[in-house]
């Protein structure tokens, strides 16, 4: 053999490689698992995401109960309660705040601050929506569930109650204000009211307000499983601009009403459904004004004020100062 002959290059076994290629992939899994960045395979299921933080109420609050929505002005004088908290869903909208039932699919209530500030110019958006801020777990009601039912996408709080912003229009399309009205109710006595509350508050008024529907057993449904509403029923306290939920007293204005959600009911004036409040809590089960002193309560939660209340259509739309 001369010393010019090339040596051959070392030949490596097949079993040796797979060993160094096997020890390889464990020595760099373990690498990434040590630093918490091993991937999670495909066919994993991941946890499902958390509720939305809670925008307002009690720090700390979990977004969805009572305290959730506590803070907020609009339940100044307190937030309604039925004892029952197991249909109750809060949501704090920021332009209202409410008690959504996911077995009903419709709100429990719905409370509002009513001043000056909230009547601007904006245009009605019309842009009537899911409400995302449910829970996945909950079904969102939609459009289509009042599609052909015989019914309107009735507010409780009313587009025109809030025309300062186009966001806070816009909040009043979400299907948790929404409940089915018969069309000769929303476009007769209830917007008689809703229209009477904005004079009030033109002339100089600051209202609490809180409506939302009596049901009865069994319930009719629509859609989706979306409750009709035997009578819708609305409360409002009615105080001066410069007051306060502290100046509330025994001579203090209430308006109690609830209207039938049947047929003929567009052929009467808002004002013949004046009721108390003690009968709307006695229908729905829901404890109103609770943040008022107990001997207030008494008071003016037993007075119907229907005597002094216009009588006719067009003094229904009217108010003297």
């Not at 008690?99 to 009547?119: C, F, G, I, M, T």
């Not at 989706?224 to 939920?245: D, H, T, W, Y």
């Not at 809590?281 to 207030?296: I, K, M, S």
Request: proline residues 7%.
């Amino acid at each position: 053999m001369t010393a010019s002959r090339k040596r051959r290059a070392p030949r490596h076994s097949l079993p040796g490689t797979f060993s160094s290629v096997v020890l390889l992939l464990l020595v760099a899994r373990f690498a990434l698992l040590q630093c918490g960045a091993w991937h999670v395979p495909s066919s994993t299921a991941l946890p499902a995401a958390p509720d939305p933080p809670a925008s307002a109420g009690a720090p700390g609050a979990k977004r969805g109960t009572e305290a959730s929505v506590s803070g907020s002005v609009h339940v100044a004088l307190g937030t309604p309660r039925d004892g029952d908290p197991s249909d109750e869903y809060f949501l704090d909208e920021q332009a209202f705040v409410l008690s959504y039932s996911p077995e009903r699919r419709v709100p429990n209530w719905v409370a509002w601050q009513l001043d000056r500030k909230h009547l601007g110019h904006v245009r009605r958006k019309n842009d009537f929506r899911a409400d995302l801020a449910l829970p996945a777990r909950f079904y969102r009601v939609k459009d289509s569930d009042y599609s052909h039912s015989g019914y309107d996408r009735g507010h409780l709080c009313p587009s025109a109650d809030r025309q300062d912003s186009e966001e806070d229009n816009s909040r009043t399309f979400l299907f948790t204000n929404i409940a089915p009205q018969l069309h000769e109710l929303n476009a007769g006595p209830w917007e008689q009211l809703e229209r009477y509350a904005r004079q009030r508050v033109q002339h100089g008024a600051l209202l609490y307000v809180v409506a939302g529907g009596v049901f009865n057993a069994p319930t009719a449904t629509i859609g989706n499983g979306v409750a009709v509403p035997a009578e819708s029923f609305k409360i409002i306290v009615v105080l001066r601009q410069e007051q306060g939920p502290s100046d509330v007293d025994e001579n203090t204005e209430v308006l109690a009403v609830s209207m039938p959600n049947q047929r003929g009911v567009g052929d009467h004036e808002w004002t013949e459904f004046v009721t108390s409040v003690d009968a709307i809590e006695q229908r729905t089960g829901y404890d109103f004004l609770n943040a008022v002193p107990e001997r207030v309560q008494r008071v003016i939660e037993a007075r119907s004020p229907a005597r002094s209340l216009p009588r006719t259509r067009q003094q229904a739309g009217r108010l003297a100062p």
